[in-house]
């Protein structure tokens, strides 16, 4: 299904030199969903394009105005090999323009989305002189005179040119043919300058295709470098929260042990040592002994 309707597929400037031209394209949302569109050119520095993104509602219609900038040099025959292109996707209900985002238009993104191309064909004004080549350079073409029977019977001079001029004019001649047919040479080899604007123009989406690949993995990158920072904090910690482990268990056994020793001090010392039983009792026996006697 056709998401936009674009008028006209060509945009026809009229050139003329030192001076801007403008051409105008209607645009008709056909579907009955929000639309993004974006425009693109081969020559973005020559073009200015109003607005070059926005949002159209369903069965809305939107104008886009092309500006080419004032030229100093004409193309050659006038020809123009600058193309358009004009990018839709489908949008969520409510989306305006500041929520247009580049990735939208993206390939990879697997949304539905319509490219449509459009051509650049120029024309000179109406009052411009006719140009002629001669030997080799743009000249204009000088009106003829005409000369009335009356004139030359009042002269009595036959109004011709002198006879000097027309090896001139046929020189003229032989030089114009030599440049048309030059020209039909170039003509003929410049044939596959389209193929090289189609392949220059998805060379630059390719670019930007992997200007975004290159964003986008930048950015993993950097969160993969903010969470390796992380979890080397966190090892860090639990590092040292086991070296304060084991320098807590280090420390209660080292108390156990002394509680262990001092216990045993305790025990040692309960009650009156036997070599001071024996001595008490040795003297109360001499002490008995003593009395008895």
């Known amino acids: 299904m056709e998401l936009l309707e674009i008028q006209p597929r060509e945009l026809k400037f009229t050139f003329e030199l030192k001076k801007q031209s403008s051409c ?6 056909k579907s009955d969903q929000y639309l993004a569109f974006k425009v693109k050119t081969t020559s973005p520095k020559r073009y200015c394009v109003r607005p070059n993104t926005g949002v159209i509602k ?3 219609e939107c104008d886009i105005t092309v500006t080419m900038q004032a030229q100093r040099v004409a193309p050659p025959n006038m020809q123009c090999k600058d193309k358009f292109l004009i990018q839709s ?15 939208m238009f993206a390939k990879d993104s697997g949304k539905y989305q319509e490219e449509k191309k459009l051509r650049v064909v120029l ?36 109004n011709t040119p002198p006879a000097h001029a027309v090896p001139e004019d046929l020189e003229g001649f032989k030089t114009a043919k030599v440049t048309d047919k030059s020209r039909a040479a170039k ?10 604007d189609e392949l220059k123009l998805m060379k630059d989406i390719a670019k930007e295709k992997i200007g975004k690949d290159i ?46 020793k001092n216990s045993h001090m305790r025990r040692v010392q309960v009650g009156f040592p036997f070599l001071f039983v024996l001595m ?10 003593l009395m008895h006697s």
């Open 24 to 29: 105008s394209i209607h645009v008709v949302n």
């Open 58 to 60: 369903p069965k809305a």
């Open 89 to 103: 996707t489908v949008v969520p209900y409510g989306t305006t323009e500041a929520d247009i985002r580049s990735d």
């Open 123 to 158: 024309s000179g004004p109406a009052h411009s002189p006719v140009l002629l080549p001669l030997n080799g350079l743009l000249k204009q073409d000088p009106c003829p005179e005409i000369f009335s029977q009356e004139e030359q019977l009042l002269s009595g001079v036959e």
């Open 187 to 196: 003509d003929v080899e410049s044939r596959p300058a389209k193929d090289v």
């Open 215 to 260: 964003e986008e993995l930048n950015s993993k990158l950097n969160l993969l470098e903010l969470n390796l920072s992380e979890a080397k904090l966190t090892i860090t910690r639990l590092k040292e929260e086991r070296s304060m482990a084991t320098q807590e268990r280090e420390t209660l056994k080292h108390e156990l042990a002394m509680l262990r």
């Open 280 to 289: 008490v009792a040795i003297i109360g026996i001499a002490v008995g002994y």
